[in-house]
């Protein structure tokens, strides 16, 4: 399954 | 990072501190033996903090940060979450606990039924999400919370006669922070390809644009150097 990226803002 | 991120996150921490300093002064006011005229008028009239914001807010860092113990982004996004997780809930428990602070609390004006605002982002985020994951749904449902979390706080004011400076600096703060981030996207999408999170631009332009009116009224009372007031 696609993987989302990461949330890397706040 | 760009710098209208880092801008904007540090817009976010002001507006947090100077919640945090007003606060203090609640407090510290009541310490003394004998009430000082700022601390009479301090304590005499209500913070014009709206509990019912603050606690949307502890609740959209409560679901927005489920991830930080499981993806480690870098020491600068978990000490800011931690900064904003925990200033969040102190300032929920001050107003709602603190002996002194609360009885600056007006409850009687800060009266927004805040429960209206969660369920129907619940339901959305259930609808409209990138992922119907339990940690994905919670993520949208703090960026659609998040967008108007603000509403009890704006109606409070325009039910306080005298805005104080901190309440408004306070706001003012907190809506430039996400028209930073919004800079910071239009920066993203430019220079990243692939840099696509329609639910986080629209989320984030209308929480920015519930601060329009409140925008207008703190410049026009900056230009005119007269009191900030908004119109019942």
């Known amino acids: ?10 | 990072m760009n710098i209208f991120r880092l801008a904007g996150d540090m817009t976010h921490l002001m507006s947090v501190l100077v919640l945090l300093l007003k606060i203090h002064t609640i407090k510290s006011c009541a310490g003394k033996s004998y009430p000082c005229s700022l601390c009479f008028i301090l304590l005499e009239s209500s913070s014009g903090i709206s509990l019912k914001t603050q606690e949307l807010y502890a609740l959209v860092f409560a679901t927005r940060y489920l991830d930080i113990f499981t993806d480690f982004i870098s020491v600068y996004n978990t000490i800011m979450k931690l900064i904003f997780l925990g200033s969040s809930f102190s300032i929920v428990w001050y107003i709602r606990r603190h002996k002194i602070v609360r009885r600056s609390y007006d409850k009687d004006q800060d009266t927004f039924r805040h429960f209206f605002l969660v369920l129907p982002c619940l339901l959305l985020a259930l609808i409209i999400n990138e992922k119907f994951t339990f940690k994905e749904v919670l993520w949208t449902f703090s960026l659609y919370l998040e967008a108007v979390a603000i509403l009890p706080q704006l109606i409070l004011l325009q039910r306080t006669r005298n805005i104080d400076n901190l309440t408004g600096q306070y706001v003012f703060l907190l809506g430039a922070y996400r028209a930073l981030y919004i800079l910071n996207w239009i920066y993203r999408y430019f220079t990243e390809p692939h840099y696509v999170h329609w639910i986080t631009w629209i989320s984030g332009l209308v929480q920015t644009l519930l601060y329009a009116d409140f925008f207008y009224y703190y410049f026009s009372s900056l230009k005119n150097n007269v009191k900030l007031k908004l119109p019942a």
């Open chain 1, 1 to 10: 399954h696609q993987e989302l990226p990461l949330k890397d803002e706040l």
